[in-house]
């Protein structure tokens, strides 16, 4: 079980164990690799079947689920308030989190603004007033935890992605001027979320239907 290792998926067709896969990007062009050795693809109920059925997914082999993946690692979390404050951030003045495409984090840009020790992204996310990102993971991540999310990738958007849009749960830029629509302010308070485990006892338990055949 992997989310859509493509070395591990042909693995275990290889050497015959059962192999289950997920992905939530219809663009990827492996998504042809993985999806034909899979006994079982999993992905969000957004992505539209008629395009995973052109990258070699069979019906009765395909799992649509409810949700997005980042209820899996956001289940049973619970949005501590103090969390900035005691990391030394000034909760009181807007906070917006930022994360550049891949490329300008290999050169160094990605660290211009932080310098203190790691934290913990989910605290981050859920305390932050925005998040603009080129990563689809931490805006699906804001947008489940209530954080107010802007979108700068640049290449195809996911149907997950367009469907959070369509809700209002996630914004587009698409040049420098629409920096201008982010919001700096704090966003409205809320009680803390808390993700449900529902999903991951899904995946449990359709992995282990797979592990039987």
Not at 31 to 58: I, M, S, T, Y
Not at 146 to 156: D, F, L, Q, V
Request: aromatic content about 6%; hydrophobic content about 45%; some cysteine.
């Amino acid at each position: 079980m992997s989310h859509n290792s493509y070395s591990q998926a042909v693995a275990g067709r290889s050497l015959c164990p059962p192999v289950m896969t997920a992905m939530d990007y219809e663009y990827q062009p492996a998504n042809h690799l993985a999806f034909r050795c899979a006994d079982l693809v999993a992905v969000p109920e957004a992505l539209p079947l008629d395009r995973l059925l052109a990258q070699g997914a069979k019906p009765e082999r395909t799992w649509r689920y409810p949700g997005l993946k980042e209820h899996i690692p956001l289940a049973g979390f619970t949005p501590d308030p103090g969390y900035l404050g005691r990391a030394g951030i000034d909760a009181s003045r807007p906070v917006v989190v930022v994360r550049p495409p891949a490329d300008l984090e290999a050169a160094g840009c990605g660290a211009l603004l932080w310098r203190g020790e790691a934290l913990d992204g989910r605290q981050l996310v859920a305390g932050a007033d925005a998040v603009v990102s080129a990563g689809g993971g931490m805006n699906r991540e804001a947008a489940v935890l209530g954080t107010p999310a802007w979108s700068i990738y640049a290449g195809k958007l996911a149907a997950v992605d367009r469907a959070l849009v369509a809700i209002g749960s996630l914004h587009l830029l698409h040049d420098a001027q629409d920096l201008a629509r982010i919001p700096l302010r704090k966003k409205a308070a809320a009680a803390p979320a808390h993700i449900s485990d529902a999903l991951v006892v899904q995946f449990v338990d359709r992995l282990l239907e797979v592990a039987r055949r």
